[in-house]
Structures are given as structure tokens and as C-alpha cells.
């Protein structure tokens, strides 16, 4: 018997987000990960720990790419925020259960 | 006292970005602190981002309008544009991911109570919050 063994290392693409991820700022980041996908990066990091304010249109492009991700093979995982301004809609809508989210980019990657 | 306090935005995603510093104005005027602003912010925000999306008024603009007493705020928000279609609105599935459909479901948390009428050529969106703040349980 042959036991072969390896290490796989996954690309994973960095995503730093700052300031609000509002209904303005949604279409800049849906294009953003669509582009990163077309591109075969597949497996994405969203590091919301800067951003203020998230409302159900920022959560959308969130949303949509994670499971444009996923269809490609890969995953979209974010860094939880740390203002409550921007925690809120993940908790109303209960997206908290749905992400992975870690609380900084270290241990995101570290357990991708 | 009942006092009430008008914002007229334009029905663009950037003027939206004047509800929060327009709440806060209105807090501080009624001695509430800054506790609290956060859920009332983000429900008129989706109140608003409804109607830019799918009212998309010929104007462009867009009415708020905040009553409050010693126990309740009411936000009116008005525009001249397309009829609401309630039945356009389909409910999230906790199970099943969706896109889009969380504005409604968040208000509806948040507020005590949220009804819509269409008078003449009106939408007419009305939210109420208690006063002291509750946060909503997550």
C-alpha cells in the first residue's frame, strides 16, 4: 500500500472594507467580488472590523457572494464588525448564523 | 408635548446618509441620549432604501417626518412614486439564503408597529418606536 500525503495551500483573497456598506456602496462591492470570481478567486475574506454601518443592501452583496463563491467551489467569510451599528442587520436577520465569521483576519485564515 | 420634526432627502442612496445625523438632532433635542439611535437609524434606512428601490419617485424626493410624545417617535415617510405591491414582498426563509427581501423584516423588529396607505398619488409609510428605546432581542 502507497500512502501518499500533502499540503494544500488555499488562495485566499483579502477583502478589507472600511467606513459604511450602505445601499451606495453595495454595487461597488458586488462588482468587486464578481470580478474576483470571474477570475477564478474563488475563496474570498471580507475584513469588516473598520466598517460603521451595514444595512440589508450592504448584507445583499454580502449574501450574493457567498453563494456565487460556494457555486465556484469556494467560500466567502468575513471579520465580524465591531460597531453594533454594523453587527445589527447580521443579528435581525439572523445572517450571524449563516457566515463563517472570526474575529480577526489571523484566525479567519488560519481556519479557512 | 407633541412635538414634530421634517427632513426632506433627495431619493438618492447618498441623501439617505442624512437620517442618522438627523436622528441624532432629534434625540438631543428631546433629552434621549444616543442610546438607541442605532436600530431606529437602520429601520428608517430601510424605510427609505424601499422607496428609492422600488417607489422611485418623478420628483426625486423623499418626506420624513418624526412626531414625538413622552413615550413613542412616529416616522412618516411620504414619496410620490409607484403604488407599494405588497404582494411583490416575498418573506426571507431562514433555510434558504436569499438575496434581497430583508428590508421589511427588519423594520418590522425594530418597530413597534410599521403600516403603509396610498393617499392619491401618496405612498405613506408610518413607523412607531417606544420611547425609553428597547432593543430589539436578537
Known sequence: MDILTGNHQISVTTVILTGRLDALEAAPLRTVLNEHIINGQIN????????????????????????????????????????????????????????????????????W | MTKTVDLRLDATYLALREIGPWLRCLFDANGWGPDGIGPIELAIHELATNSVDHANPADGVLNLSAETNDDSLVVLLTDRGREFDESSVTAPDANQPQVRGYGLMIIEQVATSVSYSREDDTNCWTAQFPIPIQHPST
Not at chain 1, 51 to 75: I, N, P, Q
Not at chain 1, 81 to 92: H, K, M
Not at chain 1, 100 to 108: F, N, P, V
Open chain 1, 44 to 111: 474570498i475574506a471580507i475584513d469588516l472590523t473598520a466598517v460603521e454601518f451595514v444595512d440589508s443592501a450592504g448584507l445583499a452583496a454580502l449574501v450574493k457572494g457567498m453563494k456565487d463563491t460556494r457555486r465556484a467551489g469556494g467560500d466567502l467569510k468575513l471579520v465580524a464588525p465591531r460597531a453594533q451599528d454594523a453587527v445589527r442587520v447580521f443579528e435581525l436577520t439572523r445572517f450571524d448564523r449563516v457566515f463563517e465569521m472570526a474575529t480577526d483576519i489571523d484566525s479567519l485564515l488560519a481556519d
